[in-house]
């Protein structure tokens, strides 16, 4: 079994990392600074691409956003709603329907709906990022501690 390898990571950056939608970036967790950084996916420079191959216990490729677990995120969202006519209109902005308008245009004229998914959405992120960390060797206690008090 690994050891936990304790390393001040910046909470915020890692979960841009992780949320970023950029397909043209690559982020990279220094497993030995805590430092995350990106690099152009299309950067050629080879001899970059093989040192972060002969170092790759060290630099970890953080995964990228996953645009089918968003769907399914809204999907298992929008069939939990009672209202019939706010799930219709979701549905159709979800499948593109016209007239249709953007998930967050239409949410934004019901608060409360609004507040539970981006509720749903960050439980999912927390629960992915602490995975990855404890895939990772990363996890800790104090991780633990302070991902239950921003929830």
Same mark, same amino acid.
């Given at each position: 079994?690994?050891?936990?390898?304790?390393?001040?990571?910046?909470?915020?950056?890692?979960?841009?990392?992780?949320?970023?939608?950029?397909?043209?970036?690559?982020?990279?967790?220094?497993?030995?600074?805590?430092?995350?950084?990106?690099?152009?996916?299309?950067?050629?420079?080879?001899?970059?691409?093989?040192?972060?191959?002969?170092?790759?216990?060290?630099?970890?490729?953080?995964?990228?956003?996953?645009?089918?677990?968003?769907?399914?995120?809204?999907?298992?969202?929008?069939?939990?709603?009672?209202?019939?006519?706010?799930?219709?209109?979701?549905?159709?902005?979800?499948?593109?329907?016209?007239?249709?308008?953007?998930?967050?245009?239409?949410?934004?004229?019901?608060? #409360? %709906? +609004?507040?539970?998914?981006?509720?749903?959405?960050? &439980?999912? @992120?927390? =629960? /992915?990022?602490?995975?990855?960390? #404890? %895939? +990772?060797?990363?996890?800790?206690?104090?991780?633990? &501690?302070? @991902?239950? =008090? /921003?929830?």
């Amino acid at each position: 079994m690994a050891f936990v390898h304790n390393v001040e990571i910046v909470w915020d950056d890692l979960l841009d990392a992780f949320t970023s939608g950029q397909g043209d970036r690559v982020y990279f967790l220094d497993r030995m600074t805590g430092e995350i950084f990106f690099v152009p996916s299309a950067l050629e420079d080879e001899e970059f691409w093989r040192q972060l191959e002969r170092n790759r216990e060290r630099f970890l490729e953080i995964p990228r956003f996953d645009y089918g677990v968003e769907r399914q995120i809204m999907s298992g969202f929008i069939g939990a709603i009672e209202d019939k006519g706010l799930k219709r209109l979701l549905d159709g902005s979800l499948v593109g329907k016209k007239p249709y308008g953007k998930l967050n245009d239409i949410l934004s004229f019901f608060p #409360e %709906e +609004n507040e539970r998914l981006l509720e749903i959405k960050d &439980e999912f @992120l927390t =629960s /992915r990022v602490k995975h990855w960390l #404890e %895939e +990772n060797n990363l996890f800790t206690v104090e991780m633990e &501690e302070m @991902l239950v =008090s /921003r929830i």
